[in-house]
Antibody
Framework: EVQLVESGGGLVQPGRSLRLSCTAS????????MSWVRQAPGKGLEWVGFIRSKAYGGTTEYAASVKGRFTISRDDSKSIAYLQMNSLKTEDTAVYYC????????????????WGQGTLVTVSS | SYVLTQPPSVSVAPGQTARITCGGNNIGSKSVHWYQQKPGQAPVLVVYDDSDRPSGIPERFSGSNSGNTATLTISRVEAGDEADYYC????????????FGGGTKLTVL
């Protein structure tokens, strides 16, 4: 059974940093790209960024709203994806979900077939 | 950047058919995916690549995509289908790569 478990959320002051973890099980983690998607309270879904599998270079892409502040990495030996969040702003307050990404190879697109339960990040003084 | 437009709400009586639209410029040329999110829960993939269903998703859920509109159709709606539904595309030409629609709240009357 595929499972994704996020951890590391909490209350943090503006300008500070926080690192989230996504621990995966039930599949060969290294074969998949992984994304982070967030949802502000009462709002819709917003993609944060993703990391490709090592087979595709392990490269990352980010939404414009977090580029330069957030960094996604992965440890395939531990089946964990990370989201390092620096220079946090109040508008980063959200539930953060990690997802397993399925690549549609013929068109280079991805969709999200499994989601974790999310971890809440609150940025407030 | 690419924009997906969904109606904020759709209401339907039990047993009827619900249609949730997702509008975007020439969206028919893209692959559209749909997610269901019930209150307090994580999203669940219900349709991928316009019209395919993941295992475990009832046949009542179907999708189509043409021109400037993609549609999620839920037949024989049940009370348990009440949720928010989001469409999603991948658009590497935009600064966001992944674009979600704003979401549609499906209310079962």
């Amino acid at each position: 059974e595929v499972q994704l478990v996020e951890s590391g959320g909490g209350l943090v002051q503006p300008g500070r940093s926080l690192r989230l973890s996504c621990t995966a099980s039930g599949f060969t983690f290294g074969d998949y790209a992984m994304s982070w998607v967030r949802q502000a309270p009462g709002k819709g879904l917003e993609w944060v960024g993703f990391i490709r599998s090592k087979a595709y270079g392990g490269t990352t892409e980010y939404a414009a709203s977090v580029k330069g502040r957030f960094t996604i990495s992965r440890d395939d030996s531990k089946s964990i994806a990370y989201l390092q969040m620096n220079s946090l702003k109040t508008e980063d307050t959200a539930v953060y979900y990690c997802t397993r990404d399925v690549e549609m190879a013929t068109i280079g697109a991805y969709y999200f077939d499994y989601w974790g339960q999310g971890t809440l990040v609150t940025v407030s003084s | 950047s690419y924009v997906l437009t969904q109606p904020p709400s759709v209401s339907v009586a039990p047993g009827q058919t619900a249609r949730i639209t997702c509008g975007g410029n020439n969206i028919g040329s893209k692959s559209v995916h749909w997610y269901q999110q019930k209150p307090g829960q994580a999203p669940v993939l219900v349709v991928y690549d316009d019209s395919d269903r993941p295992s475990g998703i009832p046949e009542r859920f179907s999708g189509s995509n043409s021109g400037n509109t993609a549609t999620l159709t839920i037949s024989r709606v049940e009370a348990g289908d009440e949720a928010d539904y989001y469409c999603q595309v991948w658009d590497s030409s935009s600064d966001h790569f992944v674009v979600f629609g704003g979401g549609t709240k499906l209310t079962v009357l």
